[in-house]
């Protein structure tokens, strides 16, 4: 019967009898015990239906039961699937997704066919919750290239203002992804993780530690810092801290940034912190920027007259609270080896000074008011060698360091001209003396010697050139550095040169740029804050930059102030104003 039953079948395809054609193929399947013939004899009837006689519905009931044989089969998968979709049965076309997920190993090709099923679950059965599980499959077996699916499930969630599911649907993607894989996305998925704690759920502990890690991950983003300062600020006195140290952050990324100036002179005074509040008003009033009630602070407690401080800078002081931030510690530690060799090469004897050391003063005793002023700067500042001091009334000019040579012994000293002996000010003295005698500290000592970049750079080759005589420099360097190394040398001590070594070593391997401009730059600012703090006086130290000339290629004097105004509402002077007893009182 079976040839028969295939005669007859190659008969009635001819005459286009395609139901005879079917039933005969019903025949066989019936009388068949091979499965795979089968599948195919099922197979054929369904592609009949389909294709020869337009009738989706049986096509589909044929190729569902050749399902029922061979689940997983591909070709008969994808032939349900488009004929599901024809018909437009949609629940039926998701079944068959999730039938081709059972069969599929590779997840890429998964996660396809889950965001296909979300997109009819969204579009055509409107049925949201499953649209979002499916979403969240395709993302679990492959989130790097089905970012749209988690942007389908935001928008969902946000419409339907499921912000709990929303918040686990965000800490599930932030989950999916390793450390270091997306930055970018990261710190995105955490800024709007973080919004939805703070705007939607109003729950501002989470969304403060959400937002900190977008922070860490991107330090220089100040919406992120603004926010913050906020959420900080309705937190709780316990953590005004932390609004602090946000608000200093903007303002040292935007220096007249007033918002946050305004806020940080309100968290002093609600946390007491009186001094740093009338710090804040300070600099408020000389910006000209002070409210009402700053100013009243600020007029309230300004001290009349040259207020003195009680104690000394210690030297843990000078570095961590004076010297400026970016100074270069490694740079001064080695220049500040290399210091006393240089002054004994550039020191000459007093006569070629043209000064006589009998007419040095005794500043413990001289009742000039400029003698006075140095005296008191010279013991809070804390000097390991107090310069003496030469009054030149005759000589125009101001404050010169330099070191004489007297029979083979180093002498620093300081020369005085008319411009700084009559008619000034002690907080003018104070700033000005201050900023000068900063460069007597052992690592900014070498400044007195030599002021170019390019010397320092010399400088800088030749105790590489003593550590390492191999070391590789440009042509043009090689006769300056061979002459100053040997010279220098001759002149260090022992102890120096394996110091040298040290520092050398330490630079090399921290990968240290030696960026000697920079170094200059923020000497520059530490020593206008010594003279700053022995002032007390904004005004004064700012009109005193403003009147210094400008080197080529130097900064202008209005960036040097506001690198002072940034200082003097920095917790770095806060605590020298603490130290030295400057505080105000309340």
Excluded at 306 to 326: I, N, P, T
Aim: one cysteine or more.
């Amino acid at each position: 019967h079976r040839d028969t039953l295939f005669a007859v079948m190659d008969l009635e395809a001819k005459l286009n009898n395609w139901e005879a054609v079917i039933h005969a193929k019903r025949s066989l399947c019936e009388k068949t015990q091979d499965e795979k013939e089968r599948l195919n004899l099922l197979s054929e009837i369904g592609e009949i239906y389909r294709d020869k006689l337009k009738n989706p519905q049986k096509a589909i009931a044929a190729f569902s039961e050749a399902l029922e044989i061979d689940r997983g089969n591909h070709a008969i998968l994808q032939a349900t699937l488009e004929l599901y979709s024809e018909t437009k049965q949609w629940k039926k076309v998701v079944d068959v997704l999730l039938q081709f997920v059972e069969v599929e190993a590779d997840s890429r090709r998964k996660a396809k066919y889950y965001y296909t099923a979300g997109t009819i679950s969204r579009d055509e059965i409107k049925a949201l919750d499953e649209c979002v599980e499916y979403y969240n499959l395709a993302l679990d077996n492959n989130h790097s290239d089905n970012l749209k699916a988690f942007e389908a499930l935001d928008k969902i969630l946000t419409q339907k203002k499921d912000w709990k599911q929303l918040e686990r649907n965000y800490r599930r993607m932030i989950k999916r992804l390793k450390p270091g894989e997306n930055n970018g996305l990261m710190v995105m998925l955490l800024h709007n993780l973080g919004e939805i704690y703070r705007s939607r759920m109003k729950d501002f502990n989470a969304a403060i530690e959400t937002f900190e890690l977008a922070a860490q991950l991107e330090p220089d983003n100040l919406q992120r810092h603004e926010i913050l300062a906020e959420l900080y600020e309705v937190a709780g006195p316990d953590r005004l801290d932390k609004a602090i140290e946000h608000h200093q952050t903007l303002i040292t990324a935007s220096p007249y940034r007033f918002e946050s100036y305004h806020k940080l002179f309100h968290i002093y005074m609600e946390t007491r912190q009186y001094d740093k509040a009338w710090c804040l008003a300070s600099a408020l009033s000389f910006l000209k920027k002070a409210e009402p009630d700053e100013r009243q602070l600020y007029d309230q407690y300004k001290q009349k007259g040259f207020v003195r401080a009680k104690q000394r800078m210690s030297d843990e002081l000078w570095q961590r609270h004076v010297y400026a931030r970016e100074e270069n510690k490694l740079l001064g530690l080695l220049f500040g080896l290399m210091a006393g060799a240089v002054a004994n090469v550039k020191s000459r004897p007093y006569k070629d000074w043209k000064i006589k050391r009998k007419d040095k003063r005794d500043i413990a005793t001289d009742q000039l008011l400029f003698s006075k002023v140095f005296n008191y700067v010279c013991q809070v500042l804390n000097l390991p060698d107090i310069p003496e001091l030469f009054l030149r009334q005759e000589m125009r000019g101001g404050m010169q360091i330099a070191t004489a040579n007297e029979k083979g012994q180093l002498i620093p000293f300081v020369v005085v001209g008319a411009d700084l002996l009559q008619g000034r000010p002690e907080k003018d003295l104070a700033y000005t003396i201050a900023r000068e005698l900063s460069f007597m500290r052992p690592d900014h000592f070498i400044l007195k010697s030599v002021q170019t970049v390019a010397e320092l750079k010399v400088l800088l080759f030749s105790a590489m050139k003593m550590v390492n005589p191999k070391v590789q420099m440009q042509a043009e360097l090689v006769p300056s550095v061979d002459a100053t190394a040997g010279q220098l040398a001759k002149l260090l001590p022992p102890q120096h040169l394996e110091q040298i070594a040290a520092v050398v070593k330490k630079m090399a391997e921290a990968n240290d740029p030696a960026d000697l401009g920079a170094w200059l730059q923020a000497v520059d600012y530490s020593a206008n804050h010594a003279g700053f703090i022995l002032c007390n006086d904004m005004e004064v130290a700012a009109a005193i930059i403003a009147r210094e000339p400008v080197p080529v290629g130097g900064l202008p004097a209005k960036e040097k102030v506001k690198e002072l105004v940034l200082y003097a509402i920095s917790e770095q002077y806060f605590e020298v104003r603490t130290q030295l007893g400057l505080s105000i009182v309340g």
